[in-house]
């Protein structure tokens, strides 16, 4: 059964980057895509963006330019780098395994495995 | 636009049905996947696809879908179904949206 499990500093100076890694374990991270998604404080869901374990990624455009997503096979992991944070940031942060289907002509994603998520705060 | 909405809270008595919807353009396209979240716990998936539900999750769970609209039922609400609710889909660029959420209260 596969499990993730986000990992990184819980206090974040403002206008520093926010490094997150999420440690996949029970299974390959290959073949598939692994997400980032947060939810501030009171809020609802943001997704951030995702890396295929070949490494291309697609981020939110609302965050692309200070979001950066890797993946490091060799440990099974994938990492995210939030640059210039604020307050605005405060969150918790979710990883997750996120899974293709083509049916037909259709096709469709699905985010199935979640981490329990970590608390990143943005504080001098 | 690619927001997905929804209503902000819905109220259900035990054991009665519920619908929830999620409406948004990139809907007419793409099928939304729905995931269930509990106070201070990860969001789990509970309906994919045109209308699929991992192992785990109960049959009074369903989904649908038609033009521009997204819909989640539960049938026979329990208890345990308390809890907010998000769609989520994603636009021909390949980025994902989750919907505003919607807390479902069950009386």
């Known amino acids: 059964q596969v499990q993730l499990q986000e990992s990184g500093p819980g206090l974040v100076k403002p206008s520093e980057t926010l490094s997150l890694t999420c440690t996949v374990s029970g299974g390959s991270i290959s073949s598939y895509y692994w997400s980032w998604i947060r939810q501030p404080p009171g809020k609802g869901l943001e997704w951030i963006g995702y890396?295929?374990?070949?490494?291309?990624?697609n981020y939110n455009p609302s965050l692309k330019s200070r979001v950066t997503i890797s993946v490091d096979t060799s440990k099974n992991q994938f990492s995210l780098k939030l640059s210039s944070v604020t307050a605005a940031d405060t969150a918790v942060y979710y990883c997750?395994?996120?899974?293709?289907?083509?049916?037909?002509?259709?096709?469709?994603?699905?985010?199935?495995?979640w981490g329990k998520g970590t608390t990143v705060t943005v504080s001098s | 636009s690619s927001e997905l909405t929804q209503d902000p809270a819905v109220s259900v008595a035990l054991g009665q049905t519920v619908r929830i919807t999620c409406q948004g353009d990139?809907?007419?396209?793409?099928?939304a996947s729905w995931y269930q979240q509990k106070p201070g716990q990860a969001p789990v998936l509970v309906i994919y696809?045109?209308?699929n539900r991992p192992s785990g999750i109960p049959d009074r769970f369903s989904g649908s879908s038609s033009g521009n609209t997204a819909s989640l039922t539960i049938t026979g609400a329990q208890a345990e179904d308390e809890a907010d609710y998000y769609c989520?889909?994603?636009?021909?660029?390949?980025?994902?949206?989750f919907g505003t959420g919607t807390k479902v209260t069950v009386l």
């Open positions: 696809g045109k209308n």
């Open positions: 990139s809907l007419r396209s793409y099928y």
């Open positions: 890396i295929y374990y070949s490494g291309s990624t």
């Open positions: 997750a395994r996120v899974v293709k289907t083509v049916r037909g002509v259709m096709s469709y994603y699905y985010m199935d495995v």
């Open positions: 989520n889909s994603r636009d021909s660029s390949g980025n994902h949206y």
